[in-house]
């Protein structure tokens, strides 16, 4: 479970700086968004390895997160 945990904070910690560089409408949104998918999409398999209810809700939510931002890139 550590490297859930420690992916789950990373992945927070990227979420919410691309959170706010939207906010602001930063001209490296395609940089911001190519990272937050991909830091995503790792929680989303590291959180889909484990049976517990709050890491398959994780999972989806990490998953609809690489989602619409994978639509920001393309």
């Given at each position: ?27 490296f ?22 049976n ?23």
């Amino acid at each position: 479970m550590k490297a859930c945990i420690r992916l789950n904070r990373e992945c927070a910690t990227i979420c919410s700086a691309f959170e706010q560089a939207l906010s602001y409408n930063t001209a490296f949104i395609q940089e911001y968004a190519k990272l937050c998918k991909t830091a995503c999409v790792a929680c989303g398999d590291e959180c889909s390895k484990h049976n517990h209810d709050h890491c398959k809700k994780c999972a989806e939510s990490c998953y609809a997160c690489a989602k619409e931002c994978a639509q920001l890139i393309a």
